[in-house]
T-cell receptor, first 116, second 116 residues
Framework: AQKVTQAQTEISVVEKEDVTLDCVYETRDTTYYLFWYKQPPSGELVFLIRRNSFDEQNEISGRYSWNFQKSTSSFNFTITASQVVDSAVYFCALSEASSNTGKLIFGQGTTLQVKP | DTEVTQTPKHLVMGMTNKKSLKCEQHMGHRAMYWYKQKAKKPPELMFVYSYEKLSINESVPSRFSPECPNSSLLNLHLHALQPEDSALYLC???????????????FGPGTRLTVT
């Protein structure tokens, strides 16, 4: 069965620290898509990244980087030099090509608090 | 422009009221979604519209009635709701489901609904 696990419920760091948010997924599909979304207190989910199952290249975007490892079914997200504005709930999500519905299977989310 | 708008931002309604939530996107997307999100939980998919046709109903009670008048608009009609229906209701859109790889969904800011 498909499942996304974000084992870290809450993380608190001090500004400028690096922080990694873990995401482990389960799927039987060979073609699937992984996403990270950020939900600040305002409520809107902000799309951060999409990665398909055939592309294991890691990606860096500014202070954000993502490490996709199929061997461990993980898609971890690292914020370098964290800032107070990074405080939010972060969701990892999975979408399976076989469903062809676009349905996102979300993890439970990790609440990140960055203190000044 | 990756904007999805939702109105109203906040809504308080009694259990006998009828109200509607509205969602609009002008990105040319052909799939639109309604999600329900309770506090400290991930979003839960309610409905998916693809090319203005209802594609998925995740066994949502009939007191929630979706409508897609055209490719840019999505409504959620509410009637005889229960206090446990109080939640953040999120709308999202994405490129069409049928053609091409699955793509990311873009979310609106949500409507915070309170049922009294």
């Amino acid at each position: 069965a498909q499942k996304v696990t974000q084992a870290q419920t809450e993380i608190s760091v001090v500004e400028k620290e690096d922080v990694t948010l873990d995401c482990v997924y389960e799927t039987r599909d060979t073609t699937y898509y992984l996403f990270w979304y950020k939900q600040p207190p305002s409520g809107e989910l902000v799309f951060l990244i999409r990665r398909n199952s055939f592309d294991e290249q890691n990606e860096i975007s500014g202070r954000y980087s993502w490490n996709f490892q199929k061997s461990t079914s993980s898609f971890n997200f690292t914020i370098t030099a964290s800032q107070v504005v990074d405080s939010a709930v972060y969701f990892c999500a999975l979408s399976e090509a076989s469903s062809n519905t676009g349905k996102l299977i979300f993890g439970q989310g990790t609440t990140l608090q960055v203190k000044p | 422009d990756t904007e999805v708008t939702q109105t109203p931002k906040h809504l308080v309604m009694g259990m006998t009221n009828k109200k509607s939530l509205k969602c609009e996107q002008h990105m040319g997307h052909r799939a639109m979604y309604w999600y329900k999100q309770k506090a400290k939980k991930p979003p839960e998919l309610m409905f998916v519209y693809s090319y203005e046709k209802l594609s998925i109903n995740e066994s949502v009670p009939s007191r929630f009635s979706p409508e897609c008048p055209n490719s840019s608009l999505l409504n959620l009609h509410l009637h005889a709701l229960q206090p446990e229906d109080s939640a953040l209701y999120l709308c999202a859109s994405s490129q069409g489901l049928a053609a091409g790889p699955l793509v990311e969904q873009y979310f609106g800011p949500g409507t915070r609904l309170t049922v009294t």
